[in-house]
């Protein structure tokens, strides 16, 4: 016959009534049986801080992790907005420069300067420069002006002004 072991837990103030130093069980059910109700509470209230700290780390962590993502996102969408804004400037300058190579004004000058203000408001000046363009008359300026603004890339916050220098 096979002799128990016998296991002398430490206990807190009295050992209950039913604990046996010769029952057989784990000794994590040992040592529960020789916590009283006050440890007990204790380790509840300790294992329910632990969680609700892990919790809010976790929380904080993935606030943080969205919050960085957002910004990256929209620091690209600014740059890669500037960006499309640049290219559009640079086409429609050569479109300037085609229409009025086929309304017969060749090697005509095109300075476009750009303002953008605070809220992304841009306003564009373009100002051409021939010598022939000075010789034509307030209509005909304002109709080759309205077909050079025909071909503008249009977006709400943009406006056009032309200019003869």
Do not use: W
């Amino acid at each position: 016959m096979v002799q128990p072991i016998i296991y002398n837990y430490p206990c807190k103030g009295k050992q209950p009534s039913s604990f046996q130093p010769t029952d057989y069980g784990s000794i994590a059910s040992k040592l529960a049986i020789c916590m009283n109700k006050e440890d007990m509470g204790r380790m509840k209230l300790r294992k329910g801080f632990v969680f609700v700290v892990v919790t809010m780390l976790l929380i904080m962590g993935l606030a943080l992790g969205m919050a960085s993502t957002v910004s990256s996102q929209s620091e690209e969408n600014v740059s890669v907005s500037e960006e499309s804004y640049v290219t559009l400037e640079s086409e429609y300058v050569q479109k300037l420069r085609t229409i009025l190579n086929e309304e017969g004004y060749e090697n005509c000058g095109i300075n476009l300067t750009r303002v953008v203000d605070g809220e992304g408001v841009r306003a564009y000046s373009i100002v051409l420069h021939h010598k022939y363009l000075d010789k034509l008359g307030e209509e005909e300026l304002q109709e080759l002006f309205g077909e050079l603004a025909g071909s503008a890339f249009h977006f709400s916050n943009c406006s056009f002004a032309f200019m003869v220098d």
